[in-house]
């Protein structure tokens, strides 16, 4: 489908050509094009909904999430914390097996099965500079300090009992997909890199 194109995409450029493209359709399809410029809103509602309107990027600049994770196939909520060992070993695993998709989706860029994913770190830091030194090291975005809730909250509003706990949902739609994508995070990730047993209970 349209939707799953744009979904698919892998650059910036490629998405900017299926939307014109869809605009090129509107006046012989317009109920088609509001139907999919609809399910995008929704999508990017959602993922509102979950961490906000606004991200921090891998240079500290806070983005529209609805920009930062259009496209994306899977987007991960990653739950974690400085002060947190198995954190800590954990972290620089995800950081490899992040950096080794996307290299993978570059170089497969013609497997439509394949597409980029998305991780937003949730912090569980209570010192802004913790935060920002621990934050630091990721290359994928994540919500800003002054706007994380407290850990109770968090707990509530996500259901998990432990960290690091990484949440995988659906890019297209928003749905949660694995509450345990941090022990089946080899399903989402393409490439190379290693794993690692061990959680600390909060």
């Given at each position: 489908?349209?939707l ?12 900017a ?22 399910v ?10 979950l ?8 240079n500290g600049?806070?983005?529209p999430?609805?920009?930062?994770l ?25 950081i490899?097996s992040?950096?080794?998709?996307k ?33 630091g ?47 089946e ?17 909060l």
């Amino acid at each position: 489908s349209t939707l799953n194109s744009i979904s698919n995409a892998t650059s910036n450029d490629d998405r900017a050509r299926i939307l014109l493209a869809l605009l090129a359709l509107s006046q012989s399809q317009p109920q088609a094009l509001r139907r999919n410029i609809s399910v995008v809103q929704q999508m990017a509602s959602k993922f509102e909904e979950l961490v906000g309107p606004t991200l921090v990027n891998g240079n500290g600049e806070e983005v529209p999430s609805s920009e930062a994770l259009q496209g994306k196939k899977y987007v991960m909520l990653y739950f974690s914390a400085s002060w947190c060992p198995p954190c800590r070993k954990f972290t620089p695993l995800l950081i490899d097996s992040y950096k080794a998709h996307k290299e993978y989706v570059i170089s497969n860029n013609n497997d439509e099965d394949v597409g980029e994913n998305e991780v937003i770190f949730v912090s569980l830091d209570k010192v802004q500079s913790e935060h920002d030194q621990y934050r630091g090291k990721m290359p994928w975005l994540s919500v800003p300090f002054h706007k994380l809730a407290s850990k109770d909250e968090l707990k509530e509003k996500y259901g998990f009992r432990t960290i690091p706990t990484l949440i995988v949902y659906d890019g297209n739609s928003g749905d949660m997909v694995n509450t345990n994508g941090r022990h089946e995070h080899a399903t989402y990730f393409k490439g190379e890199y290693q794993c690692l047993k061990g959680c600390t209970v909060l």
